[in-house]
């Protein structure tokens, strides 16, 4: 048995896809590593709680030696009871003729519960990845309602945003993804981020210098930024495995420090870059090894990337004033 204590893990949304993929891993010690004991504390709404409850009994029959308990809960007071790491996956879907707009409006209101659950029960160091959508707009109304929590711990996920430019680089290059560094991903999650490859690096070489300039102006773009759709076409389901996979690489790179390299995750802006301070923005991010996040604060930008951050600052700041009641 390990000496470790166990921490509360809470995944919301946890029977949904992500969440099946997800707690299997958190569980197996592919995020918080192999003698990190976990209590997965698993919030669904009401009708989720059959499918949930179906989720549980696979988990318990899966005899994961890392898993020392599991709460299954439609009550998030009691899902986020002393928590140290909150996946907030859980949201509504976009549904037949609904735009960005209106999946704002919908999922808003559940991000302030769920940020004042989170403020009245979770542990002093709870760190809190949101990965429900729109992911950088829940987590600004999560982050907004729970007072007592430093806002430097509410993140929202633009790593799967990353790690899909990773992968394309990777193929174009013909070489295994682990030779491609230095791709950063800016903004908010939606077609208007901006997949920086400025100082990316494939076996070493610039990608500015060796790639192709039209096929990284549009394609490499236009792919990175619409991929989510491309999948929902290809599979007649959204990204499930590769989302859940992105969440464990963003909390356990928190969880473990990243060396000195910058990786992509949207925090509340500080006002770097002239970014309306308070948005949830990606940006370059270096995990410490105590747990925090330093903010690349020296990045070149081109006018080209500073006029495609400020489009995806706009972005966010016309959904923050869509949700201002929330806040
Ligand atoms: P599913 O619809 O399969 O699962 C969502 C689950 O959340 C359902 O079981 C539902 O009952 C539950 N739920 C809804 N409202 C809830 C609430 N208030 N509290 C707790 N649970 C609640 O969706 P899934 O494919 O798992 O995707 C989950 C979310 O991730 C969606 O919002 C989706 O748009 C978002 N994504 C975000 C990505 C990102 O890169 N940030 C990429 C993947 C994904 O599209």
Known sequence: ??????????????????????????????????????????????????????????????????????????????????????????????????????????????????????????????????????CNT???????????????????????????????????????????????????HSPTMYPDVSKATVQGKSVVDTFDADWLGSEFHKTVSTRGKAIINARGASSAASAANAALDHMRDWWTGTNGKPVSMALPSKGWYGIPEGLMFSVPTICEADGSLTVVEDWELSDHAKAKIAASADELLKERAAVAELL
């Open 138 to 188: 829940n987590a600004l109304i999560a982050n907004a309602n729970a007072p007592d929590i430093p806002d430097d711990r509410f993140t929202a996920m633009t790593r799967l945003d990353h790690n899909r430019a990773m992968g394309q680089l990777a193929a174009k290059a013909g070489r295994p993804v682990a030779d491609v560094e230095g791709v950063i991903v800016w903004g908010n």
């Open 1 to 134: 048995m390990s000496a470790k204590p166990a921490i509360r893990v809470a995944v919301t949304g946890a029977a949904g896809n992500i969440g099946y993929s997800l707690l299997w891993r958190i569980a197996s010690g592919n995020c918080f590593g192999a003698d990190q004991p976990v209590i997965l504390q698993l919030l669904e709404i009401p009708p989720g709680m059959d499918r949930l409850n179906g989720v549980c009994m696979e988990l318990t029959d899966s005899a994961f030696p890392l898993v020392h308990g599991i709460v299954a809960t439609s009550d998030a007071n009691v899902a986020f009871d002393g928590v140290n790491q909150a996946f907030l996956v859980g949201s509504r879907p976009r549904g037949p003729g609904m735009d960005r707009s209106d999946l704002v409006a919908a999922n808003g209101p559940i991000f302030v519960g769920q940020g004042k659950a989170l403020n009245d029960n979770a542990a002093d160091d709870v760190r809190v990845i949101v990965v429900g959508n729109p």
